[in-house]
Nanobody
Framework: QVHVVESGGGLVQAGGSLRLSCTTSGRTISRYAMGWFRQVPGKERELVSLISWNDESTDYADSVKGRFTISRDNAKNTVYLQMNNLKPEDTAVYYC?????????WGQGTQVTVSS
């Protein structure tokens, strides 16, 4: 079992920055890929970014490339999402995802609101 908790969301003006954190407990995450997803009401949850278990590979949605950076600290069982130059269309609930063998784990999400 993996317990996932996101933090760092909030209200920010367009062009601003936020840093999301995803802290896990219950099992070491050092062997698992992790990701950030986001969802707005009425739409499906979409992938924002992924990072491999060994930090050697990352992937980003086209809409956030060049603005968002994913990173991880396995010693702290934590994954981060640095979000710069935020846009109103980035407004969503952001969820952390842990991709273990056999199942994924999700947190409750953190709200990010970008005002224009």
């Amino acid at each position: 079992q993996v317990h996932v908790v996101e933090s760092g969301g909030g209200l920010v003006q367009a062009g601003g920055s936020l840093r999301l954190s995803c802290t896990t407990s219950g099992r070491t995450i050092s062997r698992y890929a992790m990701g950030w997803f986001r969802q707005v009401p009425g739409k499906e949850r979409e992938l924002v970014s992924l990072i491999s278990w060994n930090d050697e590979s990352t992937d980003y949605a086209d809409s956030v490339k060049g603005r968002f950076t994913i990173s991880r600290d396995n010693a702290k069982n934590t994954v981060y999402l640095q979000m710069n130059n935020l846009k109103p269309e980035d407004t969503a609930v952001y969820y952390c995802n842990v991709q273990t063998t056999g199942r994924d784990y999700w947190g409750q999400g953190t709200q990010v609101t970008v005002s224009s």
